[in-house]
């Protein structure tokens, strides 16, 4: 996942050359999400001044300091303790906050934060039994007659419709 972030405005944009702001991000449940940030200004990729320190994570809210996620080796893992306990309640959706902090030498720390719908799309496995599916193997007999076309066979069967076949129409033995 790419992270355009316009340095000067602290928002997240569309792509490098776009100014138009994203106002959220949707996200999924338990993913793994390579996180890249791409500096931006003036409508064209900034290289990161030398030293600059880079944190990308999810928050349950602004001024939370205790993250959901954290983006690590550049990989934000959607499978933690903390956002596994946000759909404790089994709700669709949590809401959160992506927090894109950076320091470069001699300057202020600067953030850039984005709404976030991160869904659930985990089965639980609270959704009870699957009905059971027929099988729809044809028996042997069925497959000697040879006249159901929406059983299917196993190799078995198949042999035994051809030996049943050969029989009756006096062609042999077929090993």
């Known amino acids: 996942m790419k992270l355009f972030v316009d340095r000067k405005n602290r928002r997240f944009t569309k792509s490098a050359a776009s100014n138009v702001a994203i106002d959220r991000l949707v996200l999924k449940r338990r993913d793994l999400l390579p996180v890249e940030v791409i500096f931006v200004e003036n409508g064209a990729v900034v290289a990161a001044q030398s030293g600059t320190g880079l944190t990308v994570a999810l928050k349950q809210s602004f001024g939370d300091a205790n993250y959901l996620a954290l983006a690590e080796a550049g990989v934000l893992n959607l499978n ?83 030996a049943a076949f050969n029989t009756s129409n006096g062609i042999g033995y077929m090993p």
């Open 80 to 162: 933690t303790v903390s956002l596994e306990a946000a759909f404790d309640a089994d709700p669709l959706a949590v809401a959160a906050y992506l927090e894109v902090r950076w320091t470069a030498a001699g300057e202020t720390t600067r953030t850039a934060t984005l709404q976030v719908e991160i869904q659930n799309s985990v089965i639980l496995g609270t959704e009870g039994t699957p009905a059971v599916m027929p099988d729809g193997k044809a028996t042997q007999a069925e497959a000697e007659v040879g006249t159901d076309n929406d059983k299917w066979m196993t190799p078995l069967r198949a042999h035994q419709a051809v």
